[in-house]
């Protein structure tokens, strides 16, 4: 049985994965981590929705 045709989908469907990260929302805003958060979870509740992951990213991106 050979295996070239099904790497060959494996490959296809790993490099059509980051589309699916569609609904993946970032902004810079001049507020702390935690006031930002704050803001966001507010805002969230109020529309009916939840957050559901959070990643702080902070390294390196001082001036």
Do not use: C, Y
């Amino acid at each position: 049985m050979s295996l070239r045709k099904p790497v060959l989908l494996l490959l296809l469907w790993l490099l059509a994965m980051p589309a699916l990260a569609e609904d993946l929302l970032m902004a810079r805003i001049p507020m702390t981590f935690p006031e930002a958060m704050l803001k966001l979870q507010n805002v969230l509740k109020q529309h009916g929705q939840t957050l559901s992951r959070v990643q702080r990213v902070d390294i390196g991106l001082t001036a």
